[in-house]
């Protein structure tokens, strides 16, 4: 059994999801490895590099079979990649298996099967944020008049809608898809630069080689060494790790509209997920805290990628060791949150009646702030700012109404009859542009 949340059989089912998991494991590494030299060795037969039979007879043994990966796992060396290459010799006829690997280093293969790794796990990714960004869209419309209290610093504000809640979270998302998609140039870069970044295992034809390899085997083309470099992948864990924060928002502001005292938010009984042992009543927001602690968990993991202290010289193995430790698991915490996210939005019901209840009981303090606007030309904005504080106050002690409070009040005594108080006090008059951002939202 594993160790930790996302690595123990039993804990990781609250985290982690199968797909995702499938694209890291180290069968699946290997797959990438025998991928990258099947391909290494077709461009190198085509361009004379090695025998058009040596290449041939590497690229069809190439195929990482139940049995070659077992092979491969069960290899006694710490370099995964040599281990990978023994059990790939071995299954190539013996005349040509001294054309495997031919003038690679080990390092290439394993960050080039590792970069393959990134676009798959990258695909899966964009393709569940794109169904969270549909569903956002899809309620925020939905929602676009659906009054409600906006609260700062945990207290009422203004009056606002729920659907530019959801045009919020929308937007927010949409930035991570896009900051997603502009990093792939960068992180779904060939390795294939020789053991120092020089190419001078094969001379001249080194840079058509790496050209050519990356376009075969669908990936940037980079001639520069990024051994020793670690921005492109803290760029990957952090863009990964911000779309997480994304998500751990949602959660909470989903995790709070659920708390019993407010209950404008409410996810279906479900026994497995939401229910308590032993208190029959209970609708645990369960998907919310598994959404926020993933999301915790993949900062944490990137910040130890920031602070990571960085390669020496050409290369440095310790660095990366510990990119290839915490990206997978980055990548599988936060794609757990969408999913989690994903499967809520359905299982979500909104108290329509509860958030205009709120509305209600905010009163008109909800409105003090267009209530100030209204007076401001004809007191002054910060006499109009004093005489609502003022206000705000014997409200909240007293009860005093607004026409009241004016009729009574010095400086506004002559408005009277210039005030619509109807008008002034009704929440719905003050949303300003609420209606058309939450209909502004897009898949």
């Known amino acids: 059994m594993g160790i930790g949340a996302l690595n123990s059989s039993f804990q990781k089912k609250g985290y982690a999801t199968a797909d995702m998991e499938a694209h890291w494991e180290e069968a699946q590494l290997i797959r990438k490895i025998f991928a990258v030299e099947a391909a290494m060795a077709r461009t190198q037969g085509h361009m004379g590099i090695i025998p058009q039979e040596a290449a041939e007879a590497i690229s069809e043994n190439a195929v990482a079979s139940n049995a070659l990966i077992e092979k491969a796992q069960s290899g006694g060396v710490g370099n995964p990649s040599v281990a990978v290459l023994d059990a790939l010799r071995e299954a190539i006829?013996?005349?040509?298996?001294?054309?495997?690997?031919?003038?690679?280093?080990?390092?290439?293969?394993?960050?080039?099967?590792?970069a393959l790794q990134i676009k798959a796990a990258t695909d899966l990714m964009l393709e569940r944020l794109n169904a969270v960004i549909a569903a956002t869209a899809k309620l925020a419309h939905e929602h676009a008049r659906t009054?409600?209290?906006?609260?700062?610093n945990g207290q009422y504000a203004l009056p606002t809608t729920l659907g530019t809640r959801f045009s919020r979270w929308n937007a927010e998302l949409r930035r991570s898809r896009e900051r997603l998609e502009a990093m792939r140039e960068r992180t779904e870069q060939i390795q294939f630069t020789g053991a120092v970044g020089t190419l001078a295992s094969f001379g001249e034809q080194g840079?058509?080689?790496?050209?050519?390899?990356?376009?075969?085997?669908?990936?940037?083309?980079?001639?520069?060494?990024w051994h020793a470099s670690s921005d492109t992948m803290t760029e990957?864990?952090?863009?990964?790790?911000?779309?997480?924060?994304?998500?751990?928002?949602?959660?909470?502001?989903?995790?709070?509209?659920?708390?019993?005292?407010?209950?404008?938010?409410?996810?279906?009984?479900?026994?497995?997920?939401?229910?308590?042992?032993t208190m029959p009543q209970k609708l645990n927001p369960f998907a919310t805290m598994k959404i926020s602690v993933g999301a915790s968990m993949a900062s944490g993991m990137a910040a130890n990628m920031l602070t990571q202290a960085p390669a020496t010289f050409e290369r440095d193995h310790r660095l990366s060791e510990v990119h290839r430790n915490l990206i997978p698991q980055i990548f599988v915490a936060v794609?757990?949150?969408?999913?989690?996210?994903?499967?809520?939005?359905?299982?979500?019901?909104?108290?329509?009646?509860?958030?205009?209840?709120?509305?209600?009981?905010?009163?008109?303090?909800l409105m003090t702030e267009g209530i100030m606007m209204e007076l401001a030309p004809h007191i002054g904005h910060s006499a109009a700012h004093d005489v609502l504080q003022e206000f705000?106050?014997?409200?909240?002690?007293?009860?005093?109404?607004?026409?009241?409070?004016?009729?009574?009040?010095?400086?506004?005594?002559g408005l009277k009859e210039k005030l619509d108080f109807e008008s002034l006090t009704n929440p719905?008059?003050?949303?300003?542009?609420?209606?058309?951002?939450?209909?502004?939202?897009?898949?």
Not at 93 to 114: K, M, N, S, Y
Not at 338 to 362: G, H, I, M, W, Y
Not at 431 to 443: M, T
């Open 93 to 114: 006829p013996e005349d040509q298996r001294g054309w495997v690997h031919f003038g690679a280093t080990t390092q290439d293969i394993l960050d080039t099967a590792r």
């Open 147 to 152: 009054l409600m209290v906006a609260r700062t």
């Open 207 to 225: 840079p058509e080689l790496s050209q050519r390899l990356a376009k075969e085997l669908e990936l940037f083309y980079q001639p520069i060494s």
């Open 236 to 277: 990957l864990a952090t863009t990964v790790a911000t779309l997480g924060q994304s998500l751990a928002k949602i959660a909470e502001d989903l995790f709070a509209m659920q708390q019993s005292d407010l209950v404008e938010a409410r996810e279906d009984m479900d026994a497995h997920t939401s229910g308590s042992s």
């Open 335 to 365: 794609d757990g949150a969408l999913e989690k996210l994903d499967q809520l939005f359905p299982r979500l019901r909104f108290d329509v009646q509860t958030l205009e209840d709120n509305v209600k009981s905010a009163g008109v303090s």
């Open 392 to 413: 705000a106050r014997e409200n909240r002690e007293k009860g005093t109404c607004l026409e009241e409070f004016c009729a009574a009040h010095p400086k506004l005594a």
């Open 428 to 443: 719905a008059n003050y949303i300003g542009q609420a209606v058309e951002i939450a209909e502004s939202a897009q898949e």
